[in-house]
């Protein structure tokens, strides 16, 4: 009776993933159509730079400050530092 249940449980797990799937697609589906819309619309500007402390790490870029001194002067990421460094360049 044990495999009996053990196929029941895998069907289960299977059908859920499947259900689980279909639904991560269908809300992407629905965001990047939202998304597009209020794009054509104008009112979709997405994610914008912080200036100001774009100007703060390249400055201490400049003055030879490490990226782990950068880090934790500006509270920002590596990769944000990685990325003005290149800009910079």
């Not at 991560?24 to 100001?52: C, F, P, S, V, W």
Request: net charge positive; charged share 30%.
């Amino acid at each position: 009776m044990s495999s009996v249940l053990q196929s029941i449980n895998s069907m289960m797990l299977d059908m859920l993933a499947a259900i689980t799937r279909k639904d991560y697609k269908d809300r992407r589906n629905r965001q990047m159509r939202g998304i597009a819309r209020a794009k054509t619309e104008g009112k979709y500007l997405g994610h914008r730079k912080d200036t100001e402390k774009r100007k703060v790490i390249a400055s201490l870029l400049k003055s030879g400050h490490s990226y782990s001194e950068i880090q934790a002067t500006a509270k920002c990421s590596r990769q944000l530092i990685a990325v003005i460094a290149k800009e910079t360049k």
